[in-house]
């Protein structure tokens, strides 16, 4: 990995903890429910069979509010990993059935084919290498098991002035995704784009700050890729 590669990531995962330190302040997430967002998240995905299938649950980049967090109480076993655990305010602790590591998702510390699930949400533009992540998911997934991946993709024509984004380390388009989980080794059963699910106030028009989810409202998706290695 090429050393501007991690400078460019520890810039982008210090804008990352600040947000999450923030998020509450934000007019936008006012009455958010995690809870509530990962389960309606599921619900189009997995079918009642699957999720009760999934007894090894491993969730990359978990974050402070993860799926790991809130759902799969019946799994055995569920284990989420991101490197800022151990900094994050909020950050989930472990019990009964849910373990937590802080490490990166391009060294997943999990054995070879022991996951039913892969969940993977809101990461791929935050990484060192992105190919690699999805490499290391088809290496820790049982032959069946599923990746539920969830990418923010913005239309190819902004590709020249992302750079200017300095929190993310890349920035997909929808095709672009879906060619790296193709790449990766991975037979996709189904995707879906969803808007961006926040509204936006009128005083964020003129507060600056707040400019970059307008533009994420009118031209981000939530692009999810449920798929299986092959
Ligand atoms: C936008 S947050 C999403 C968190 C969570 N998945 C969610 O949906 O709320 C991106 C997360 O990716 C994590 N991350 C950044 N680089 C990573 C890497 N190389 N491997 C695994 N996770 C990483 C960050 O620490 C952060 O928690």
């Known amino acids: 990995m090429e050393y501007s590669n991690i400078k460019r990531w520890q810039e982008a995962q210090r804008a990352e903890l600040d947000w999450w330190q923030n998020w509450r302040r934000l007019p936008f997430y006012q009455n958010h429910s995690f809870e509530n967002n990962r389960r309606e998240v599921l619900s189009h995905f997995l079918s009642p069979s699957e999720l009760n299938e999934a007894h090894t649950v491993v969730e990359v980049g978990t974050g402070p509010h993860g799926f790991v967090r809130y759902l799969f109480d019946q799994a055995a076993m569920k284990i989420g990993l991101d490197p800022l655990l151990c900094q994050f305010d909020e950050r989930p602790y472990p019990n009964r059935n849910t373990c937590y590591v802080a490490a990166v998702g391009e060294f997943i510390p999990v054995k070879d084919a022991a996951a039913d699930l892969v969940l993977c949400i809101n990461v791929l533009d935050h990484v060192m290498d992105a190919g690699q992540i999805l490499r290391e998911i088809r290496r820790i997934l049982k032959p069946g098991g599923r990746l539920l991946l969830e990418v923010h993709t913005f239309p190819k024509i902004f590709t020249p002035i992302m750079f200017l984004d300095h929190?993310?380390?890349?920035?997909?388009?929808?095709?672009?995704?879906?060619?790296?989980?193709?790449?990766?080794?991975?037979?996709?059963?189904?995707?879906?784009?969803?808007?961006?699910?926040?509204?936006?106030?009128?005083?964020?028009?003129?507060?600056?700050?707040?400019?970059?989810?307008?533009?994420?409202?009118?031209?981000?998706?939530?692009?999810?890729?449920?798929?299986?290695?092959?």
């Open 167 to 230: 929190p993310h380390t890349y920035h997909w388009s929808f095709a672009g995704a879906i060619q790296l989980v193709r790449t990766a080794g991975f037979r996709i059963i189904t995707s879906r784009q969803f808007p961006f699910p926040i509204t936006i106030p009128l005083k964020s028009w003129v507060t600056p700050n707040h400019w970059k989810y307008i533009f994420g409202k009118h031209f981000a998706r939530l692009s999810y890729v449920y798929c299986y290695p092959m």
